[in-house]
């Protein structure tokens, strides 16, 4: 069993940066593609970036391409998302998400565990 704890969120400005973070209970956190996912209010859960485990490849979604950055340290079991240019649309809970063994993907089934999300809200 993997625990994800994202943190990070809060009340932001249009044009603000924020970067979340996802720590990661996993002895083998190495091991696992993480990916971010977002939903926002009255919307379904999307996908924004992967990463694969040894960093090597990531993917974004294309709303956010250019602005957001995912990252990962497995000495320190966590997983980065720096969001720049932020704007309202990006307004959602971020969900951190881990698929062990997997390649880096965009497919919400692939992943094995979630966290229990962190709210972002961006004000215009």
């Known amino acids: 069993q993997v625990q994800l704890v994202e943190s990070g969120g809060g009340l932001v400005q249009a044009g603000d940066s924020r970067r979340l973070s996802c720590a990661a209970s996993?002895?083998?956190?190495?091991?696992?593609?993480m990916g971010w996912f977002r939903q926002a209010p009255g919307k379904e859960r999307e996908f924004v970036a992967t990463?694969?485990?040894?960093?090597?490849?990531?993917y974004y979604a294309d709303s956010v391409k250019g602005r957001f950055t995912i990252s990962r340290d497995n000495a320190k079991n966590t997983v980065y998302l720096q969001m720049n240019s932020l704007i309202p649309e990006d307004t959602a809970v971020y969900y951190c998400?881990?698929?062990?063994?997997?390649?880096?993907?965009?497919?919400?089934?692939?992943?094995?565990?979630w966290g229990q999300g962190t709210q972002v809200t961006v004000s215009s």
């Open positions: 998400a881990a698929a062990q063994w997997g390649p880096a993907t965009h497919t919400e089934n692939d992943y094995d565990y």
């Open positions: 996993a002895r083998t956190f190495g091991s696992y593609t």
């Open positions: 990463i694969s485990w040894r960093g090597g490849t990531t």
